[in-house]
C-alpha cells in the first residue's frame, strides 16, 4: 500500500504565500516522478509543477517565477512554495506521483486533496 497526504492548503489573501507538502509512504521501492496538479471548480484537473522522470522540473506558464517545487528525497515528501498568490490559483491541489513497488510494478498514485483559496 502506499499513501500521499498532503498537508498546507487555506485561506490567504491576494498576493499571499502558502507552502504545501506531500508526503509518500508505504511499500516504495523507487519515486520515477513527482509533483502537483491543481482543480478548480468546472474546470480541468491541470498540471502545476512536477519533478520528471529524469530529475528535472516543469511548471505551467501560469505559475513560472511565482511557484518553485522542492523535494526531499530521505523523507519521499515534495513541497511546492507558493508566493505572489492569485485569486485565479484558488483550486484543489492534488499530489501525483509515479512510485514503483517492491512488485516491480510502476503505477500512479493520487493524494486526497487540499483546497487552496485566494480571496480578500
Known amino acids: 500500500q502506499v499513501q500521499l497526504v498532503e498537508s498546507g492548503g487555506g485561506l490567504v489573501q491576494p498576493g499571499g504565500s502558502l507552502r504545501l507538502s506531500c508526503a509518500a509512504s508505504g511499500s516504495i521501492s523507487t519515486i520515477a516522478a513527482m509533483g502537483w496538479y491543481r482543480q478548480a471548480p468546472g474546470q480541468q484537473r491541470e498540471l502545476v509543477a512536477a519533478?520528471?522522470?529524469?530529475?528535472?522540473?516543469n511548471y505551467a506558464d501560469s505559475v513560472k517565477g511565482r511557484f518553485t517545487i522542492s523535494r526531499d528525497n530521505a523523507e519521499n515528501t515534495v513541497y511546492l512554495q507558493m508566493i505572489s498568490l492569485k485569486p485565479e490559483d484558488t483550486a484543489v491541489y492534488y499530489c501525483n506521483a509515479n512510485i514503483r513497488t517492491p512488485d516491480w510494478v510502476l503505477r500512479t498514485y493520487w493524494g486526497q486533496g487540499t483546497q487552496v483559496t485566494v480571496s480578500s
Open positions: 519533478f520528471t522522470r529524469g530529475g528535472s522540473t
